[in-house]
């Protein structure tokens, strides 16, 4: 019997020589850390590619991001829906998008990262626009997803999966339609399909994901709360294992909400719409956007969500000379001057935007804010 005891007390001591070592050795213990950016729709409209050209010829956009390219800088990841195919010529505003290389240029310049391609505009300029962004994309290093030159490509390079401090994160993204242009072969674009979903999800699984965030392109345009047949695929979405849902296309911002998960401590973000970003809508609401910032934290295998933060954008209307520069500005530290037109409509985006998401948002959720800018007419 003292032998069983003492054998007995001696594999309990080894235990945790043997797991600590373990443990230690793939640095399980030291907190990951990672923090991503969404911003909503970079579209083009044919009064931005009017105020990009220039005298030579060419276009430039630079100047758009001036305001807000330290806070993309700032993140880790930073994505946008790119709603605009590039071309080499033939550039065009609505209802055809297609914008110079410039134009990519300007928001790689300024810190993005990753686009998501797959939107109803996708396909404006067919298959040469749409590989010919593909490539600008690649020869630039910016990661991409939702359309692809064949189903051999998607195979490959889908879910797109990015590594940053240790924590993988795959990134997913469907569109609603494509304006009912068929795909034409072999070109793939990723069409919301729950069948194909639920295969993609099991494969970000496979690929040993930490996090599986949806960027949909999806909803109604121009409404300030997602349909019921939106929240349902939400819930659908999660459960079939998705962590966090980022949404676009409404042109609009729309409410956010934090979920807890009612078997576990996760929570899963739910971003109905990021509105737009740049363009040259100017309808109300569509004047701006919000830019998410999320702070994602792993410890040993568990990875959730930390801080969710949002930052309104806004682009001024025109001035008193009928010109609009396209500056994207940060809605609550801009300050106008000499323009109560301009000063009126930021006053009424921010109202608005603040009343909507003080009666929907749901979850612990903070607005940020940047410097001061100061806009004199």
Not at 4 to 26: D, G, M
Not at 119 to 136: E, P
Not at 147 to 169: Q, T
Not at 260 to 269: E, G, L, Q, R, W
């Amino acid at each position: 019997m003292k032998h069983i005891l003492r054998i007995t007390i001696l594999l309990i001591c080894a235990v945790p020589t043997i797991v600590t070592a373990q443990f230690s050795s793939i640095d399980l213990y030291r907190p990951h850390k990672t923090e991503i950016l969404f911003a909503g729709d970079i579209m083009q409209h044919k009064a931005q590619l009017d105020a990009a050209r220039t005298s030579s010829g060419t276009y430039s956009y630079s100047h758009y991001y001036r305001h807000i390219t330290k806070t993309i800088m700032e993140a880790d990841i930073a994505i946008a829906n790119l709603e605009t195919p590039i071309g080499k010529s033939g550039f065009s505003g609505y209802p055809s998008f297609c914008a110079p290389d410039s134009f990519l240029y300007a928001a790689h310049k300024a810190g993005f990262n990753v686009m998501l391609f797959a939107n109803n505009h996708c396909l404006d300029r067919g298959k040469s626009g749409a590989l010919y962004t593909l490539d600008l994309l690649d020869s630039l290093g910016i990661k991409h997803c939702g359309v692809y030159r064949n189903a051999k490509e998607r195979e490959e390079r889908y879910p797109l999966i990015i590594e940053s401090d240790g924590i993988r994160i795959a990134l997913l993204n469907y569109t609603y339609g494509t304006n009912g242009r068929t795909t034409p072969a072999p070109l793939v674009v990723n069409i919301i399909d729950k069948k194909t979903i639920t295969e993609d999800i099991q494969k970000a699984r496979t690929q040993r994901a930490d996090v599986i965030i949806a960027c949909m392109h999806w909803g109604d345009e121009y409404t300030s709360t997602p349909p019921a047949r939106i929240k349902e695929l939400s819930h659908w979405l999660i459960e079939q294992g998705v962590d966090h849902i980022i949404g676009n296309h409404p042109h609009v911002i729309q409410p956010i909400e934090i979920r807890k998960d009612p078997d576990t401590p996760d929570k899963h973000a739910v971003v109905y719409s990021t509105g737009n970003l740049l363009s040259n809508m100017s309808l109300r609401g569509t004047d701006g956007g919000a830019i998410i910032k999320m702070q994602l934290r792993k410890t040993l295998n568990y990875t959730r969500i930390g801080l969710l933060k949002y930052l309104f954008t806004w682009i001024a209307p025109k001035d008193s000379r009928g010109i609009r520069d396209f500056t994207i500005l940060p809605a609550a530290t801009t300050i106008i001057e000499n323009n109560p037109f301009a000063e009126g409509k930021l006053r009424l985006f921010l109202d608005d935007s603040r009343k909507l998401f003080l009666k929907h948002n749901k979850g612990d959720i903070e607005e940020f804010t940047i410097d001061t800018v100061r806009i004199t007419h």
